[in-house]
């Protein structure tokens, strides 16, 4: 029997940038695919870092994140291929998110992915987060990472858009200065080595390992999940 082979794709990105509508669905749309969320790996309400300054809890410093926890799942999950992890955001009937799909690009994709993988022993694994090429450890556990962007004011309209976010124990709301002196902060601190110049509204470096698709208000979501089709069906 020959051994069964699992790719880790990570799809990660600023909060709004469209990371998880497009992991969802494109997990979907493969045979077998398993969907991770490292939302799923914050730490409980009472330890997440607390800043004097503003008042608030600071959901999103990397010591927000059980980090040692989620590279063991994704150690574990490459030697099984299963999940072992008790999770709270993996609703896959939520898959779409309102997003209308092309019949025909879908069928394309669908092909694909089923020439690709059925009947085969690889089994994919999406991962989903907001925070996870900062850290070499857990950045070089992936097979693909791809990074989702968008320019800062389109993050911040979608963000602002937003009810808030369920965590382990309740349910968090944004502070008006909360996107501004957190969120984009935080991206740009742990994503700034990737780009050329630490700009991260600019060009990503060519040999940073990461692959990366501007997800504006204008892009087409038939474009996007066409695009990360092929990178997935490439490492078949």
Not at 3 to 22: E, H, N
Not at 49 to 62: A, G
Not at 213 to 228: G, K, P, Q, R, V
Request: charged content about 25%.
């Amino acid at each position: 029997m020959t051994a069964q082979k699992i790719l880790l794709v990570g799809i990660s990105g600023c909060s709004s940038s469209g990371k998880t509508t497009l992991a969802k669905i494109i997990t979907n749309l493969i045979p077998s695919a398993v969907l991770l969320h490292e939302d799923d790996f914050f730490k409980h309400d009472e330890a997440i870092p607390f800043d004097e300054k503003f008042q608030v809890s600071n959901w999103d410093s990397p010591a927000a994140l059980d980090l040692p926890l989620f590279r063991k799942e994704l150690d574990h999950i490459r030697e099984t291929g299963n999940i072992s992890a008790q999770l709270i955001h993996n609703d896959n009937h939520d898959n779409n998110s309102g997003v209308s799909l092309n019949a025909q690009t879908q069928r394309k994709i669908e092909e694909k992915f089923d020439t690709a993988f059925r009947n085969s022993n690889v089994t994919v694994v999406i991962v989903d987060g907001f925070m996870m090429y900062h850290d070499a450890e857990l950045s070089k556990k992936f097979d693909l990472k791809v990074l989702i962007r968008a320019p800062y004011i389109t993050l911040k309209n979608r963000r602002a858009a937003r009810s808030g976010y369920k965590t382990l124990e309740s349910f968090w709301v944004d502070p008006p200065f909360y996107f501004d002196e957190f969120v984009y902060k935080s991206y740009r601190e742990s994503h700034a080595h990737l780009f050329k110049n630490g700009d991260v509204e600019g060009k990503i470096k060519a040999d940073s390992g990461v692959s990366d698709y501007m997800n504006d208000d204008s892009t087409d979501i038939n474009e996007a999940l066409m695009w990360l089709c092929d990178l997935i069906v490439m490492l078949r």
